[in-house]
């Protein structure tokens, strides 16, 4: 869905975090600002929320660790003991291992699998490029043009070190 | 930033002065320009050796493994040593990736990506081994738990073998996602920068639409940090599941506790000599000395010193257990490697992992290229020693006087190895050619490292 959007854009990632801070005191949302390298400090200044994937990491990690660890009970107590020289069927340190990797196994592709999701990311996607020099040099700050007075905000941001500023008509909820 | 405190203390990451652009064009435009001459030469000289691997492995495997050199003693020779020591080469990628991310060590940004791609391409060549030694490699699926008509007759979950399987193939696994992963905000920019329509729809689908968002950024910091912290006990779980293939059986000088720790230092030894070889061949052949600086050749050095330190002393622990354990059969297997007929072989491993690393305690030769390549291809081969000395001596002489044996390599089993040595150059090759070789949105965030503001 097309929408206006005032973009501006920065050249220096001090400059576009401080006129984050700036934009984010006048109560004005910031859409997305689009950065080649991740600058710290910016996604706690746009007041993004805090990631949700760590508790994937857990919820799987634990999945994948009863799994395993019951599935290898299963097979030597239940489905099917089978005497290995006399070694005890409930033998719970060689589970160990398998239980371990099947955990970082589980854990770690669900994370990846929820990061492409949550993001919308996948093998083919053509995503809204404002410029392209937004994943080379360009720290480029889209704001919603409804959610705030252009002229004002212009200023602003020029005040800032924006090098431009401009409204266009842009999808970028892809 | 904190990044840009002055300190004398503080070397600069990147040593020349750069803009975002100019690093992007040093790193990036390599992928546009035509190949150079030497990659020219270097990839098809692997291809070629891949290739005779390739025909050498067909033809073992459709002969069987009577080809090898192996007897009813020595069940396990240059298979298993060479698949431990690509295993033990692939360990360095993850732990400067994963461990050093933890450790917050800014100096890794310039390393990890072409370290991360070389621990993927050790691991598929370690790989190879165990599948050629299963005898019928079409038949690998046995080795998975899945419900046959056998029963289900499961596989044996305690044994360190299938510990080793479900290990390798949850690090190659995890490992190659990490690094892909990483590769994303790297490959989006070869899409936004490349004037080719064709280079322009293949990095489009490879980097899943990418395009910088804060939000996305956030996530993804978050992903590196959860894949680190699980990669970190993976990276040592690995080895040390790999040397219970070992520790677990009742042969003289396997059958010790030492082997998990030892088994890990080796590891990163051995990883971290080949990402030093590698590094110095890449950084003079791709013109990145900026990059990959003098200063992070001399803190591979610092690790290759205190972990071939460690082997060490490892290596002395295990003589003295050996003689205090009172066991003379565990007496003889030692006093067999460094006498007996593989003295050789011994002496080879103690000369290159325990004395050639020393020298990195001087810093003018830790910072002189050609002497660190040289003394990384001595750990390379002083690593290989290792596994052999472990595995052939040991299983050459055991309990028995009347079934001891000696063992040499066939051709078949030498153009194997040397077949593996064709795919990992090929695979490497083909890497800095077309993908980025250094973590360009890394670096960038490093710039600022002990440098003062523009």
């Given at each position: 869905?097309?929408?206006?959007?005032?973009?501006?854009?920065?050249?220096?990632?001090?400059?576009?975090?401080?006129?984050?801070?700036?934009?984010?005191?006048?109560?004005?949302?910031?859409?997305?600002?689009?950065t080649?390298?991740?600058?710290?400090?910016?996604?706690?200044a746009?007041?993004?929320?805090?990631?949700?994937?760590?508790?994937?990491?857990?919820l799987?990690?634990?999945?994948?660790?009863?799994?395993?660890?019951?599935?290898?009970?299963?097979?030597?107590?239940?489905?099917?003991?089978?005497?290995?020289?006399?070694?005890?069927?409930?033998?719970?340190?060689?589970?160990?291992?398998?239980?371990?990797?099947?955990?970082?196994?589980?854990?770690?592709?669900?994370?990846?699998?929820?990061?492409?999701?949550i993001?919308?990311?996948?093998?083919?996607?053509?995503?809204?490029?404002?410029?392209?020099?937004?994943?080379?040099?360009?720290f480029?700050?889209?704001?919603?043009?409804?959610?705030?007075?252009?002229?004002?905000?212009?200023?602003?941001?020029?005040?800032?070190?924006?090098?431009?500023?401009?409204?266009?008509?842009?999808?970028?909820?892809? | 930033?904190?990044?840009?405190?002055?300190?004398?203390?503080?070397?600069?990451?990147?040593?020349?002065?750069?803009?975002?652009?100019?690093?992007?064009?040093?790193?990036?435009?390599?992928?546009?320009?035509?190949?150079?001459?030497?990659?020219?030469?270097?990839?098809?000289?692997?291809?070629?050796?891949?290739?005779?691997?390739?025909?050498?492995?067909?033809?073992?495997?459709?002969?069987?493994?009577?080809?090898?050199?192996?007897?009813?003693?020595?069940?396990?020779?240059?298979?298993?040593?060479?698949?431990?020591?690509?295993?033990?080469?692939?360990?360095?990628?993850?732990?400067?990736?994963?461990?050093?991310?933890?450790?917050?060590?800014?100096?890794?940004?310039?390393?990890?990506?072409?370290?991360?791609?070389?621990?993927?391409?050790?691991v598929?060549?370690?790989?190879?081994?165990?599948l050629?030694?299963?005898?019928?490699?079409?038949?690998?699926?046995?080795?998975?738990?899945?419900?046959?008509?056998?029963?289900?007759?499961?596989?044996?979950?305690?044994?360190?073998?299938?510990?080793?399987?479900?290990?390798?193939?949850?690090?190659?696994?995890?490992?190659?996602?990490?690094?892909?992963?990483?590769?994303?905000?790297?490959?989006?920019?070869?899409?936004?920068?490349?004037?080719?329509?064709?280079?322009?729809?293949?990095?489009?689908?490879?980097?899943?639409?990418?395009?910088?968002?804060?939000?996305?950024?956030h996530?993804?910091?978050?992903?590196?940090?959860?894949?680190?912290?699980?990669?970190?006990?993976?990276?040592l779980?690995?080895?040390?599941?790999?040397?219970?293939?070992?520790?677990?059986?009742?042969?003289?000088?396997?059958?010790?506790?030492?082997?998990?720790?030892?088994?890990?230092?080796?590891?990163?030894?051995?990883?971290?000599?080949?990402?030093c070889?590698?590094?110095?061949?890449?950084?003079?052949?791709?013109?990145?000395?900026?990059y990959?600086?003098?200063?992070?050749?001399?803190?591979?050095?610092?690790?290759?010193?205190?972990?071939?330190?460690?082997?060490?002393?490892?290596?002395?622990?295990?003589?003295?257990?050996?003689?205090?354990?009172?066991?003379?059969?565990e007496?003889?297997?030692?006093?067999?490697r460094?006498?007996?007929?593989?003295?050789?072989?011994?002496?080879?491993?103690i000369?290159?992992?325990?004395?050639?690393?020393?020298?990195?305690?001087?810093?003018?030769?830790?910072?002189?290229?050609?002497?660190?390549?040289?003394?990384?291809?001595?750990?390379?081969?002083?690593?290989?020693?290792?596994?052999?000395?472990?595995?052939?001596?040991?299983?050459?002489?055991?309990?028995?006087?009347?079934?001891?044996?000696?063992?040499?390599?066939?051709?078949?089993?030498?153009?194997?190895?040397?077949g593996?040595?064709?795919?990992?150059?090929?695979?490497?090759?083909?890497?800095?050619?077309?993908?980025?070789?250094?973590?360009?949105?890394?670096?960038?965030?490093?710039?600022?490292?002990?440098?003062?503001?523009?």
């Amino acid at each position: 869905m097309k929408k206006d959007y005032v973009i501006a854009t920065f050249e220096c990632d001090e400059k576009v975090l401080h006129a984050t801070e700036k934009v984010v005191a006048k109560n004005i949302d910031i859409y997305d600002i689009y950065t080649p390298f991740p600058v710290h400090g910016l996604d706690e200044a746009m007041g993004i929320k805090r990631s949700i994937l760590p508790y994937v990491t857990l919820l799987a990690g634990l999945t994948g660790m009863i799994l395993a660890f019951s599935f290898q009970m299963w097979v030597f107590n239940i489905s099917w003991p089978v005497n290995f020289g006399g070694k005890p069927f409930m033998s719970v340190p060689s589970f160990l291992p398998i239980t371990f990797e099947f955990t970082v196994l589980l854990g770690a592709h669900t994370t990846v699998a929820a990061f492409l999701a949550i993001n919308k990311l996948f093998p083919g996607k053509q995503p809204t490029i404002i410029d392209p020099a937004q994943t080379e040099d360009k720290f480029i700050m889209a704001i919603d043009k409804e959610k705030a007075n252009v002229d004002d905000l212009t200023n602003l941001l020029k005040e800032q070190g924006a090098v431009q500023v401009e409204v266009q008509n842009l999808d970028l909820s892809i | 930033m904190s990044d840009a405190h002055v300190s004398k203390f503080r070397q600069k990451l990147i040593t020349e002065d750069r803009s975002y652009k100019q690093i992007s064009e040093d790193i990036l435009d390599t992928l546009e320009a035509p190949p150079t001459k030497g990659w020219f030469i270097g990839f098809s000289l692997s291809a070629l050796v891949l290739t005779i691997g390739t025909i050498v492995i067909l033809y073992q495997v459709t002969t069987g493994i009577g080809t090898w050199g192996l007897n009813k003693t020595i069940g396990w020779s240059w298979d298993i040593t060479n698949f431990v020591f690509w295993v033990g080469i692939g360990h360095a990628g993850t732990l400067i990736s994963a461990i050093l991310l933890i450790f917050r060590q800014r100096w890794r940004t310039g390393i990890n990506r072409a370290a991360e791609a070389m621990t993927i391409f050790a691991v598929a060549c370690a790989g190879i081994f165990p599948l050629i030694h299963a005898g019928r490699p079409w038949l690998l699926y046995w080795v998975f738990p899945y419900p046959n008509t056998r029963g289900s007759l499961w596989v044996n979950f305690h044994s360190p073998l299938l510990w080793d399987v479900v290990a390798i193939s949850t690090y190659l696994t995890v490992s190659l996602v990490f690094w892909y992963m990483g590769l994303l905000p790297d490959l989006a920019s070869v899409r936004d920068r490349t004037k080719s329509k064709m280079r322009k729809f293949i990095y489009g689908i490879a980097s899943f639409g990418w395009n910088g968002s804060t939000k996305t950024w956030h996530h993804f910091e978050v992903l590196s940090l959860i894949l680190a912290g699980l990669a970190t006990p993976l990276v040592l779980s690995v080895h040390t599941i790999v040397s219970f293939d070992f520790a677990t059986s009742v042969i003289p000088g396997w059958h010790t506790t030492i082997f998990p720790p030892y088994f890990v230092a080796g590891a990163i030894f051995s990883g971290f000599a080949m990402v030093c070889t590698l590094m110095i061949l890449t950084r003079k052949i791709m013109n990145w000395e900026n990059y990959i600086t003098v200063g992070h050749i001399d803190a591979m050095c610092k690790v290759i010193t205190l972990t071939g330190t460690l082997v060490g002393l490892a290596y002395g622990t295990e003589f003295f257990i050996a003689w205090y354990s009172g066991n003379e059969y565990e007496q003889y297997a030692f006093i067999n490697r460094a006498t007996g007929p593989y003295w050789w072989a011994y002496w080879s491993m103690i000369s290159c992992n325990v004395i050639s690393p020393q020298f990195f305690w001087f810093k003018k030769l830790r910072r002189n290229m050609t002497f660190v390549f040289i003394i990384s291809i001595f750990v390379n081969i002083g690593m290989w020693f290792e596994r052999f000395v472990i595995i052939t001596t040991s299983l050459h002489r055991d309990y028995l006087p009347s079934s001891w044996a000696m063992y040499s390599p066939t051709w078949v089993e030498i153009w194997t190895f040397i077949g593996t040595f064709g795919l990992f150059f090929t695979l490497f090759f083909l890497f800095i050619r077309f993908l980025p070789g250094i973590a360009v949105a890394e670096v960038k965030s490093v710039y600022r490292y002990a440098r003062e503001n523009k």
